[in-house]
């Protein structure tokens, strides 16, 4: 169905140009248009997860992510004050055949680029959509220029402030979680484990792995807060901030926040599921239609599963019969990562002393006696395949 067919893509991140590429491998001619002047060194740390690996195999770019990502070797939950270690799952070991990948997000976009460019994908840089309009034979695209151009199929990959979503699934007000994060990157030595450390702690959590091959530690920081105005991850914040934030967390803690010159804050907005995910010539995906809170790590690895299936039932079937494929397909699977997500947010802010100890002695119970049920508890998201469905 798609074969010699033109795909306009709202948004050059990974959800937009993973998109561009699988729907291009199957017969399209694809074009992006992303706002940014340039596509830089945006962003911090990702990590991807098995599952969104398979989606890298499947469009030929799996062996270059290896080269550029570091391979996980495990996940460790410490408290917070004395980094007494909660549970250590050992990914090496009870995971050797599944990659779990960190990658610097500009390294990812950089690798999805080229395989774009490589298929015949055009991008077109500093081009922003204003306005969509789905009209009865094409959509109408506004951009900032005031200039106008129509397709016979957009995809929407424009993120949480996509002008595509009101007009395919109506207005939804986000509301504030009540928490705000922190991202930082600071230098690295070289020397740390391939490893995700977690301190958690009354109201907040702290995380950090390497990026580069040690070369970069990435930090996240969350702490429970009554007010926020403003969404979007490259607000500037205050370093003194964030050190008296977790002033009370572990020395390693503090050495580590001891090196942030530069940090962005954000405030955490939930976002319901779009009731509806496409229109007559318009489709939804990624931030776009089912955004997630960063507690699980899947933002992103849900933005490569999206761009498979989207291509897949475009190629099985004409519009709007792709379109509520698609939807049905993803909308479960989504909808539970995202309560998972959720769910992890109040694991990691437990603030009674008495019911964090007894969750953590619940944990350590549960790593020492049953390390490999531990590590495989996540097997419904990790071990999902797209690629084979």
């Avoid at 318009?282 to 790590?297: E, K, R």
């Avoid at 933002?299 to 099985?316: H, Q």
């Amino acid at each position: 169905m798609l074969t010699g067919q033109n795909v306009q893509i709202l948004g050059a991140g990974i959800a937009g140009l993973a998109a561009a590429i699988a729907i291009a491998a199957r017969g399209a001619h694809v074009s992006v248009a992303e706002q940014a002047d340039e596509i830089t060194e945006v962003g911090a740390g990702l990590q991807i997860s098995p599952n969104g690996v398979a989606v890298m195999d499947a469009l030929g770019l799996g062996a270059k992510l290896r080269e550029i990502a570091t391979r996980a070797t495990a996940v460790n939950l410490l408290d917070y004050r004395h980094d007494r270690r909660v549970l250590r799952m050992d990914l090496a070991a009870h995971a050797r055949d599944q990659d779990y990948l960190f990658v610097h997000r500009a390294d990812l976009i950089d690798l999805l680029a080229a395989g774009a460019r490589a298929v015949g994908v055009e991008i077109a840089l500093g081009r922003r959509a204003v306005a969509v309009q789905d009209g009865e034979n094409a959509a109408q695209i506004t951009w900032q220029d005031g200039t106008l151009s129509s397709s016979n199929l957009l995809v929407a990959a424009d993120g949480l402030s996509s002008c595509a979503r009101a007009g395919v699934t109506g207005v939804q007000e986000p509301f504030f979680t009540g928490q705000v994060a922190w991202r930082a990157l600071v230098p690295g030595d070289g020397t740390s484990p391939d490893e995700v450390t977690v301190h958690m702690g009354p109201g907040r959590h702290l995380v950090q792995y390497p990026l580069r091959q040690g070369r970069l530690m990435n930090i996240v920081a969350v702490q429970e807060q009554g007010e926020w105005t403003q969404e979007g991850w490259q607000q500037p914040g205050d370093p003194d901030t964030l050190r008296a934030v977790f002033s009370d967390f572990s020395d390693a803690v503090q050495n580590r926040l001891a090196q942030v010159d530069d940090v962005n804050v954000w405030g955490l907005f939930r976002h319901a599921i779009a009731q509806k995910w496409s229109s007559r010539h318009v489709i939804l995906t990624g931030d776009a239609v089912h955004p997630t809170l960063p507690f699980l790590a899947q933002g992103a690895t849900m933005g490569l599963e999206d761009a498979w299936v989207l291509a897949d039932c475009l190629a099985a079937h004409d519009m709007p019969l792709a379109g509520a494929a698609y939807q049905t397909r993803r909308h479960d699977r989504v909808a539970r990562v995202i309560a998972a997500a959720n769910a992890n947010a109040r694991n990691y802010h437990l603030r009674h002393p008495v019911g964090r100890m007894a969750a953590h002695t619940l944990l350590r119970v549960a790593g020492t006696l049953a390390p490999k049920q531990v590590v495989g508890r996540f097997d419904w998201l990790y071990r999902h395949d797209v690629t084979a469905s």
